[in-house]
């Protein structure tokens, strides 16, 4: 009798990135600053040397002279490389005396969604996203793609978020890195090219100009068999606290969906599978 028949093995895997460049400050600008700052550090160490013919007393003074520079560059440096977090803010209570209460000295005030917003976020709780346990397909990756939305959504609405709209721009970078990760048989965010999330959003023209502030995220998963499912990559996605910050993040109010039904060979070789991108963005003015 032939032995028991072995089905296929599944697997998932997933990917986040999020670039959070808030500003007007052009990208050449930012790129320039450092490289600027490291030459003069390198060139002011390269002559730093006290000459012998002074006197004691010169060669005393500038001694000290460098190593006061050379703190400052040291603390400069530090400074560049490890940002000392913002101090914490915390709540002092008021001494209770006869007839007070005692309370914090301050409040943060959190934001109150607005009536229409509200309105908003409960018609998402209240509908049920359709087609989630669908395996993509070419013929059916439209309903794929709204249930991902669909998904995606209402956790952000469990989360008191408002819910990301489609954007063809961002719906076209989704589209052209998941169709890359297939042909170029790879699975990353940046491309063997060189190719970021930024570049691939840029060049759809969803980014205006130079001098416009946008933050910008991308989540990406692979899924093979009953794993390539929306309701599995998207649960993949909501246990991964990077792409969930992605997922839930306040600012963006666009995002873009793409499905593409199979994976790269070069991590799932000759699985059934699908591939996924979504984009997240928005255009701060």
Same mark, same amino acid.
């Given at each position: ?14 990917? *986040?990135?999020?670039?959070? =460049? &808030?500003?007007?400050? #052009?990208?050449?600008? *930012? ?6 700052? *490291?030459? /003069? ?38 400074? =560049?490389?490890?940002?000392? #977090? @913002? ?8 001494? *209770? ?39 993509? %397909? ?5 309903? =794929?793609?709204?249930? &991902? ?7 952000? +609405? ?12 961002? %719906? ?48 990406? /998963? ?11 990559? =998207? +649960? ?8 969930? !910050?992605?997922?839930?993040? /306040? ?9 593409? @039904? ?5 991590? !799932? ?17």
């Amino acid at each position: 009798m032939p032995g028991p028949r072995r089905l296929p093995a599944s697997a998932l895997t997933v990917l *986040a990135c999020a670039a959070l =460049v &808030v500003g007007s400050a #052009p990208a050449s600008a *930012a790129a320039t600053g450092p490289l600027t700052t *490291a030459r /003069a550090a390198a060139h002011h160490r390269a002559g730093a040397s006290c000459a012998k013919g002074s006197t004691r007393a010169e060669r005393r003074a500038c001694r000290s002279h460098l190593r006061s520079q050379q703190v400052k560059e040291a603390a400069a440096k530090q400074h =560049v490389a490890k940002p000392r #977090p @913002p101090k914490k803010v915390r709540a002092k209570k008021l001494s *209770a005396k006869s007839g007070e209460t005692t309370e914090p000295s301050s409040t943060v005030a959190q934001p109150t969604p607005t009536p229409r917003t509200a309105a908003t976020i409960a018609t998402v709780l209240a509908t049920p996203c359709q087609n989630t346990e669908l395996t993509p %397909e070419a013929d059916n990756l439209p309903l =794929v793609r709204e249930a &991902v939305l669909c998904l995606i959504n209402r956790k952000r +609405a469990e989360d008191s978020e408002s819910p990301l709209v489609a954007s063809p721009e961002l %719906e076209q970078a989704a589209e052209s890195h998941c169709q890359e990760l297939i042909a170029d048989n790879y699975f990353a965010h940046i491309s063997p090219s060189g190719e970021t999330p930024v570049d691939r959003i840029r060049n759809t023209g969803y980014i205006p100009g130079p001098n416009v502030g946008y933050v910008i995220g991308e989540n990406l /998963a692979w899924g093979t068999y009953q794993l390539s499912t929306p309701q599995a990559i =998207v +649960a993949a996605w909501i246990a991964s606290p990077g792409h969930l !910050a992605n997922i839930l993040e /306040a600012q963006y109010k666009e995002t873009g969906i793409a499905i593409t @039904p199979s994976v790269p060979e070069s991590v !799932a070789p000759g699985a059934t599978g699908a591939t996924y991108a979504q984009e997240f963005g928005v255009i701060i003015p």
